[in-house]
């Protein structure tokens, strides 16, 4: 579906392919990026459980990575409380100091949800959230993750985008969907490629494999920004025993009626193109800096000078 391969392992009787709804939405252009990462698929998981992870990784984190390459002219504006002034209006892709974080369970996993500085519940980070598909995908904006184990320290990953078009334009579905591999920014020595590590992927990778092949739990000291990972292993282990009494887990479907378009909530789903402008566009978000759909739309809509050096 949507230019992904998926098998079912279990059994049977199989159940449905989920249908959610990036892979049926009409007038948006796709494409898909892999890599595998060299570690657990549990530890990526939870990581889409620490919303705190965004202000430090991406944002303070980034700002060292574009130092180390020479280009603090391009420091991510990220409009931080306190520092330069306030907040621009209708500003939502900052990355402001957290505020507060919030997480509820749904029918298909947990929301997460999030008040950065300057904004209130009114906001959509928080009043709508964006989801964590349980029990290996994260949703972000028009973007998933998915977390396939390959064996106990390897990941594929794969990052699935749905471009939402500018209003008024129309584009045909694609015979093909474009594939892109995503590089790895850390080497088997942990050598850092910082030329790779301008983007939220790079970032995120880092992150992952420099916690070890498979993260020790033991060493841990969780605390209440923690919060979210708590709620997940809860859930690992709820949905766990349901299988161990030979009940079917979350996200198994069987009815065709309803399986047709799982429409699932986001932070744009109340304009998609406009936070697609803001966000998707910079290309620093998910693996977008080498999203081949995404630099085809950069290019049409800002031109090939928005291509040259680092994201930001």
């Given at each position: 579906?949507?230019?992904?391969?998926?098998?079912?392992?279990?059994?049977?009787?199989?159940?449905?392919?989920?249908?959610?709804?990036?892979?049926?939405?009409?007038?948006?252009?796709?494409?898909?990026?892999?890599?595998?990462?060299?570690?657990?698929?549990?530890?990526?998981?939870?990581?889409?459980?620490?919303?705190?992870?965004?202000?430090?990784?991406?944002?303070?984190?980034?700002?060292?990575?574009?130092?180390?390459?020479?280009?603090?002219?391009?420091?991510?504006?990220?409009?931080?409380?306190?520092?330069?002034?306030?907040?621009?209006?209708?500003?939502?892709?900052?990355?402001?100091?957290?505020?507060?974080?919030?997480?509820?369970?749904?029918?298909?996993?947990?929301?997460?949800?999030?008040?950065?500085?300057?904004?209130?519940?009114?906001h959509p980070n928080w009043r709508i959230g964006h989801?964590?598909?349980?029990?290996?995908?994260?949703?972000?904006?028009?973007?998933?993750?998915?977390?396939?184990?390959?064996?106990?320290?390897?990941?594929?990953?794969?990052?699935?985008?749905?471009?939402?078009?500018?209003?008024?334009?129309?584009?045909?579905?694609?015979?093909?969907?474009?594939?892109?591999?995503?590089?790895?920014?850390?080497?088997?020595?942990?050598?850092?490629?910082?030329?790779?590590?301008?983007?939220?992927?790079?970032?995120?990778?880092?992150?992952?494999?420099?916690?070890?092949?498979?993260?020790?739990?033991?060493?841990?000291?969780?605390?209440?920004?923690?919060?979210?990972?708590?709620?997940?292993?809860?859930?690992?282990?709820?949905?766990?025993?349901?299988?161990?009494?030979?009940?079917?887990?979350?996200?198994?479907?069987?009815?065709?009626?309803?399986?047709?378009?799982?429409?699932?909530?986001?932070?744009?789903?109340?304009?998609?193109?406009?936070?697609?402008?803001?966000?998707?566009?910079?290309?620093?978000?998910?693996?977008?800096?080498?999203?081949?759909?995404?630099?085809?739309?950069?290019?049409?809509?800002?031109?090939?000078?928005?291509?040259?050096?680092?994201?930001?």
């Amino acid at each position: 579906i949507a230019g992904l391969i998926f098998a079912y392992l279990g059994p049977d009787p199989a159940p449905l392919l989920p249908r959610w709804d990036m892979f049926v939405w009409d007038n948006v252009l796709r494409d898909i990026g892999s890599t595998i990462v060299p570690c657990n698929w549990l530890q990526i998981m939870e990581n889409s459980l620490d919303p705190t992870h965004v202000e430090w990784l991406h944002g303070r984190f980034s700002d060292y990575v574009l130092e180390r390459i020479g280009r603090t002219d391009l420091k991510r504006e990220f409009f931080r409380v306190g520092e330069g002034g306030p907040v621009p209006e209708g500003q939502i892709t900052g990355n402001f100091d957290h505020e507060k974080i919030g997480f509820d369970e749904f029918k298909h996993g947990i929301i997460k949800r999030r008040v950065l500085g300057g904004q209130t519940e009114d906001h959509p980070n928080w009043r709508i959230g964006h989801p964590i598909l349980f029990p290996n995908v994260l949703r972000v904006g028009s973007n998933f993750q998915y977390r396939v184990p390959v064996d106990d320290t390897h990941t594929l990953h794969i990052w699935f985008t749905a471009y939402p078009q500018p209003p008024g334009e129309t584009v045909e579905k694609q015979e093909t969907i474009p594939f892109y591999h995503v590089p790895l920014p850390v080497d088997g020595d942990g050598n850092a490629d910082w030329n790779l590590m301008d983007n939220n992927s790079g970032q995120d990778i880092a992150a992952w494999v420099t916690q070890g092949p498979i993260a020790d739990r033991s060493q841990e000291k969780l605390g209440e920004s923690d919060k979210g990972i708590i709620l997940y292993r809860r859930m690992l282990r709820q949905q766990l025993a349901i299988i161990e009494d030979e009940g079917e887990p979350m996200n198994v479907f069987r009815d065709p009626v309803a399986n047709v378009c799982i429409d699932l909530p986001w932070e744009g789903q109340e304009d998609p193109w406009a936070y697609a402008r803001r966000g998707l566009m910079r290309r620093t978000g998910q693996a977008g800096k080498y999203a081949p759909v995404l630099r085809d739309m950069v290019a049409r809509l800002d031109g090939e000078e928005a291509l040259k050096g680092p994201v930001h």
